[in-house]
């Protein structure tokens, strides 16, 4: 009997395992969809990943009129596209192909056997096929077995994985964490040997899987693994140098600790799990040790700095490197208000947050570790303090787009200035006084202006 969470994709796929078995072909239903169903965990891709013995030319002959889309772009690596309704399907012939130890472009070889095609792939957890159209489990390798057991093995040795695609260590860390899989010693004993063949990977792919990673819902054991490996210095090299730097403020063995723990704590979001990873990550250059301990002075300014660096190596975008940097040099704002907050303090909150409010709050919230359930409980009233002034400043105010209450070109009138340094030093003045007293209108902003100019002169 097939279980009622198989059936949906069954309906989908069926027709297609129809054609081609009606072409004297082989399909199946391959990927990590196959292993999510056996997990019953939500299908999240909408994409669906099938595998044949036919090549890619033939494919698009059994294809043709019968999907609303395809396309042969990837054809030269055995894959075709096609598209019915709103779901999108790649159909790729069974591949054997070889590598070069120096590079990561495989030399394309089609195969007609399933059992080659799983054996190359990543993990036997991922090396299952669904047969179509009537289904039954490719499993050659014992990657259900290992899924019930919470085993990370690899189809073949883990030496020969990883030469043919380095990534692949990477990607442990990420079934480590979202799967709670333990890896075998010999996976293991391969990443720390094999480390440093991360480095023919281009930064794009090892930023992907990172992302990857950070979003599982709790990325912890990943992060150790990469860590504890040293897989994680050939692509990030400061954050295993905050291991050794003790933390007297949250009481963590190290900073590194802390860190990760923050990580896990945040929302499964990129951008403020990024932040939380690296939030620290300027302790080590700015630990100094005094009369009253461990100090960590500016290390938000220079971590922001060494956010950005490390960002731009790993080939982020320009928005992903400006939200992550931000909220580093961010982070330690909100303690800085000690007796209070004024308007004027939560104008100016809102203002250097810009668009990662949301972000800066939730990476406050999250970066107290401490096990004293007092601080704990004091923050959070804090924290939850600020949120409601923001909220009450929101009502009577413009918060979402703090603004002077005059434009450039009111001020070049009323001061009768041509564009130039004058008109903006002018609205640093108007800026200042929406921000510590907030929207007082056009006639007395104007009012002050004048009288601020006069007394200039």
């Not at 403020?249 to 945040?266: E, F, N, P």
């Amino acid at each position: 009997m097939v279980p009622e969470r198989l059936q949906p994709i069954l309906d989908e796929v069926s027709p297609f395992g129809d054609r081609f078995r009606d072409a004297g072909r082989q399909l199946y239903l391959v990927g990590g969809i196959v292993r999510d169903l056996l997990l019953g965990r939500e299908l999240r891709d909408p994409d669906i990943d099938l595998t044949t013995d036919a090549r890619p030319e033939e494919t698009l002959r059994i294809l043709k009129g019968h999907v609303d889309a395809v396309w042969d772009q990837g054809a030269r690596f055995g894959t075709i596209g096609a598209k019915v309704g709103d779901r999108t399907f790649e159909i790729t012939t069974h591949r054997a192909e070889a590598y070069t130890p120096e590079t990561r472009k495989p030399t394309v070889q089609f195969s007609t056997d399933v059992e080659a095609d799983l054996s190359r792939r990543d993990f036997t957890v991922n090396a299952m096929a669904l047969a179509l159209p009537e289904p039954e489990l490719i499993d050659p390798f014992g990657g259900a077995a290992d899924l019930a057991a919470g085993v990370l093995r690899t189809p073949t040795g883990p030496h020969a994985s990883f030469s043919d695609d380095p990534l692949r260590m990477m990607r442990a860390a990420r079934f480590v964490a979202g799967y709670g899989l333990t890896p075998e010693d010999g996976l293991v004993e391969a990443v720390v040997e094999m480390r440093e063949r991360l480095d023919i990977v281009s930064p794009e792919r090892i930023r992907d899987e990172l992302d990857k990673l950070l979003v599982v819902e709790d990325p912890s054991a990943g992060l150790w693994f990469l860590v504890d490996t040293g897989l994680i210095d050939r692509f990030l090299p400061e954050l295993p140098a905050m291991r050794l730097e003790q933390d007297p403020i949250h009481r963590h063995k190290d900073v590194l600790a802390h860190s990760i723990a923050v990580t896990a704590k945040t929302r499964p979001e990129r951008i403020v799990r990024l932040a939380a990873l690296l939030h620290d990550i300027g302790k080590p250059r700015t630990r100094v040790i005094g009369p009253n301990g461990v100090s960590f002075h500016h290390h938000e300014v220079v971590g922001a700095r060494m956010a950005r660096k490390r960002m731009k190596e790993l080939r982020y975008s320009n928005d992903d490197i400006e939200a992550v940097s931000t909220l580093v040099d961010l982070h330690l704002r909100f303690h800085t208000y000690k007796m209070g907050w004024s308007d004027s303090a939560v104008r100016r909150f809102v203002r250097d947050a810009g668009p990662y409010l949301s972000e800066l709050i939730e990476l406050t919230r999250c970066d107290c570790t401490t096990r004293n359930r007092r601080k704990a409980e004091t923050l959070a009233r804090r924290m939850d303090e600020l949120e409601v002034r923001i909220e009450e400043l929101r009502e009577q105010e413009e918060l979402a787009a703090l603004r002077p209450d005059l434009d450039g070109r009111q001020v070049m009138e009323l001061l009768d200035l041509s564009p130039g340094p004058d008109v903006g030093r002018a609205m640093e003045f108007l800026m200042e006084l929406r921000l510590e007293e907030g929207p007082v209108g056009e006639e007395e902003a104007a009012r002050r202006l004048v009288a601020w100019w006069e007394s200039r002169t």
